[in-house]
């Protein structure tokens, strides 16, 4: 693969990959407890696309974008960035192939240095993983700030000079340094007043445009993801319980966890009398063990819970095109009215 990769090429490819961390024991007589923080995710990310993440707090979005960076190794699966197992690479071919993907904090104002000037902060990828002249640091730089709305001008200033929406854009400027192919994006606009998120994200999608960068969109904001993103994979516990366009799984959700999440969007008129609300906690069950070895991760929330979602849990399988859910009634979940538009 080459780096003159069209859309539609398969720039990402994560394979049945697993990251599981031990906690500390909790005495000496005990085995240390484990933590399943991602189990058997796979997805494909197309060059030029955007594929967003959602998932409540927990359910491994943050786990699943250091694995893409590289900056953990999973204990199962692989993860492959233009067609390399960024796994297997050693520290030098490592350190080239980070010249294709970069990432974009979600703080704006703890993830730059406030003792560097922005010209040398944005520049920072740029001597690390090519070690670039410092004159040639600056004047990308200061192309990159110009890029991203700012002025040049504003690459000898430090960030306490900048509001946070410009903090933001200069963390996207310094993402797109090295000329990635894929940005990592960690909840970018989460920590910003509405009005500015809006501004970053048509700034991020003017960037695509232009440059043809692959997004990686990791966020809990389900209407940030339906606005930018061309695809979307729904986590919990972990695993993938369904995946598709943003028009189907926020008008048609086929899994009762991704129902839960429009569900818990405010909104700004009361639902209609004909409109259920199968989600609203008087309407819950009774929360439940589960067979942990088999059983759907979900069933002790679920308002559809039959008796083999206790012991069988249920693969992805596909609905539509593209359109998968790991449910067993999922037929009967996305039938229902009452989803958002």
Excluded at 73 to 89: H, I, S, Y
Excluded at 192 to 215: C, E, P, R
Excluded at 237 to 257: I, K, N, S
């Amino acid at each position: 693969m080459t780096a003159e990769a069209t859309a539609g090429t398969a720039l990402l490819q994560v394979d049945g990959v697993s990251r599981h961390y031990r906690l500390p024991r909790e005495s000496l007589f005990t085995k240390a407890p484990v933590v399943r923080a991602l189990s058997d995710v796979s997805f494909t990310l197309h060059a030029g696309r955007s594929l967003g993440v959602v998932g409540e707090s927990g359910s491994g979005k943050s786990t699943l974008a250091r694995l893409v960076m590289a900056l953990e190794r999973p204990d199962a699966g692989r993860v492959r960035f233009d067609g390399q197992d960024l796994a297997a690479l050693d520290a030098d071919a490592l350190r080239r192939a980070r010249a294709g993907f970069q990432m974009v904090f979600q703080d704006p104002y703890g993830s730059l240095d406030p003792r560097r000037r922005i010209w040398q902060t944005v520049a920072e990828p740029l001597a690390i993983l090519q070690g670039a002249p410092r004159a040639q640091q600056r004047e990308r730089a200061a192309e990159a700030l110009e890029a991203v709305g700012l002025r040049a001008s504003d690459a000898g200033k430090y960030p306490h000079e900048f509001s946070g929406g410009q903090r933001q854009r200069i963390a996207i400027a310094r993402a797109l340094m090295t000329r990635p192919r894929l940005i990592v994006a960690d909840e970018p606009v989460s920590a910003l007043d509405v009005s500015v998120q809006a501004q970053v994200l048509n700034l991020m999608q003017d960037l695509q445009d232009s440059f043809n960068v692959t997004y990686l969109f990791v966020s809990h904001d389900l209407a940030v993801v339906d606005l930018v993103c061309d695809e979307v994979i729904v986590l919990y516990q972990g695993r993938v319980v369904e995946q598709g366009d943003p028009d189907t799984l926020f008008r048609a959700a086929a899994h009762p966890y991704t129902r839960a999440l429009l569900d818990a969007v405010p909104r700004l008129q009361p639902p209609s009398d004909d409109e259920p609300a199968p989600f609203a906690p008087t309407a819950l069950p009774p929360v439940i063990a589960v067979d942990a070895t088999g059983g759907c991760p979900f069933a002790p929330r679920c308002a559809f819970r039959q008796d083999r979602c206790l012991h069988d849990a249920p693969q992805p399988r596909r609905l539509a095109e593209r359109h998968r859910a790991a449910c067993h009634e999922a037929e009967r979940v996305m039938s229902l009215p009452g989803v958002a538009a």
